[in-house]
Structure formats: structure tokens, C-alpha cells
């Protein structure tokens, strides 16, 4: 089965550093993996994705995933962290067995950016 | 674009009582989810539709979980009779149908909160 692991539960920051939220995966041939971000009393927001190509993958409110094949991770990041940026981050992993096209989600981390 | 829409957004009931959640999806959107979060974890497939027939409900507990898509469209999530533990966010959430063409991004509603006293 296809799975992701998010080793951290939180992540404190300050404003205006860089911040990297850590995810590793495992499945079985090509990884579709994607990065939702869920703020209190909110459903989940799609961030960005990776299925094939550049490594580096860019995706909304200026956050980028680096997807390394060797490390079998995906860990998101962002130069410079707000404040605004505090919310909880998913992991996911898209699931095709079956016939079914499923996201499989880590547990996920939350994200502290203080001033 | 409009979203996927969930009702109600907040439920309280008792243990033993019945419940029942409704879901449009995207217009367009094949296939629809249901996922349970409970607080503290992720979120978890409880059943998928296609069109109106059930592509996977392995984690669906059906002994008091039911679902239904008449007419490919609109979805309910009931359950009868609630437990403590499911109180949890219900998450609905749509998709194009998976093909070379649907990299697999799903489109997440609100979300229902349901606690049971």
C-alpha cells in the first residue's frame, strides 16, 4: 500500500526565515505525491503536486516541494516564512490500486510562524 | 468555479442518535470521496464514488455507516446509531475521473464537524 510519513507534528519558525516541512514516502512505482495545507475550521487547500519532471515543484502562496527520489522524500519549503503561514500541513499520496484514485494522507504537521 | 458544498457544518448529538451529511461535488466531478478526520490525525477514506457506484469502501464501517450517490450527483453520509468515536470532521471531496489526463488533485469541501455527547 501507499504511504507517507510526516516525522514532525510541529514546526516552529520565525517570520521571514525559510521553513521546511518534512514528508517521506513509500510506495510502489511511480509517486504521485501532493501537499495540502487545512486552516482551523477549513477544509483542505491544494498547494502543489509532483508527477513527473523538474524536482523542484512550485505551487501556491509561494511554497515549492523538493521531491528527491533517493531520500524517497517530498519535503515542502518556503524561502521566507509569514505569519499567515501558520496552519496544518498534509502529505499525500495518490493511491491507484484497485481502480480507485484515492489520496492517502499523512498525519500531518502543524506550522507556528511567530513574529 | 463554485466548490464542493458540505451541510450542515456543525452537528451535536447524542450517542445512539442517527446523523446524515449531504455533498455536491464540483459540477463535472465523476467521482466523489468521503474522509473522516478525527482531531490529531489525517484525514482517512471512508468510501469513493464513481459516478453512482462504490469504487472502495474497505474503511467504511457498515455496520452503522451508509452512504449513497443517487443519480451521480449529489451524496449523503449517514450514520445510525453514533458512537463517541465518530465524532471527527467529515470531509467531501471531488475529482475528475483518474486517467492520463487527471493527475489525481482532489477538491476538498468545508467539511462537516460532528461531535457526539
Known amino acids: 500500500a501507499q504511504s507517507v510519513a510526516q516525522p514532525e507534528d510541529q514546526v516552529n519558525v520565525a517570520e521571514g526565515n525559510p521553513l521546511t516541512v518534512k514528508c517521506t514516502y513509500s510506495?510502489?512505482?511511480?509517486?504521485?505525491l501532493f501537499w495540502y495545507v487545512q486552516y482551523p475550521n477549513r477544509g483542505l487547500q491544494f498547494l502543489l503536486k509532483?508527477?513527473?519532471?523538474?524536482?523542484l515543484v512550485k505551487g501556491s502562496y509561494g511554497f515549492e516541494a523538493e521531491f528527491n527520489k533517493s531520500q524517497t522524500s517530498f519535503h515542502l519549503k518556503k524561502p521566507s516564512a509569514l505569519v499567515s503561514d501558520s496552519a496544518l500541513y498534509f502529505c499525500?499520496?495518490?493511491?491507484?490500486?484497485?481502480?480507485?484514485?484515492?489520496?492517502?494522507f499523512g498525519t500531518g504537521t502543524q506550522l507556528k510562524v511567530e513574529l | 468555479e463554485a466548490g464542493v458544498a458540505q451541510s450542515p457544518r456543525y452537528k451535536i448529538i447524542e450517542k445512539r442518535q442517527s446523523v446524515a451529511f449531504w455533498c455536491n461535488p464540483i459540477?463535472?466531478?465523476?467521482?466523489l470521496y468521503w474522509y473522516q478526520q478525527i482531531l490529531g490525525q489525517g484525514p482517512k477514506l471512508l468510501i469513493q464514488?464513481?459516478?453512482?457506484?462504490?469504487?472502495?469502501d474497505s474503511q467504511l464501517p457498515k455496520d452503522r455507516f451508509s452512504a449513497e450517490r443517487l443519480k451521480g450527483v449529489d451524496s449523503t453520509l449517514k450514520i445510525q446509531p453514533a458512537k463517541l468515536e465518530d465524532s471527527a470532521v467529515y470531509l467531501c471531496?471531488?475529482?475528475?475521473?483518474?486517467?492520463?489526463?487527471?493527475?489525481?488533485?482532489?477538491?476538498f469541501g468545508e467539511g462537516s464537524r460532528l461531535t457526539v455527547l
Open positions: 459540477s463535472g466531478h465523476a467521482t
Open positions: 510506495v510502489s512505482g511511480n509517486p504521485y
Open positions: 509532483y508527477i513527473t519532471g523538474d524536482n
Open positions: 499525500a499520496v495518490r493511491d491507484i490500486t484497485g481502480g480507485g484514485n484515492k489520496l492517502t
Open positions: 471531496a471531488s475529482s475528475l475521473i483518474p486517467g492520463t489526463a487527471n493527475t489525481g488533485e482532489l477538491f
Open positions: 464514488f464513481q459516478n453512482n457506484g462504490v469504487v472502495d
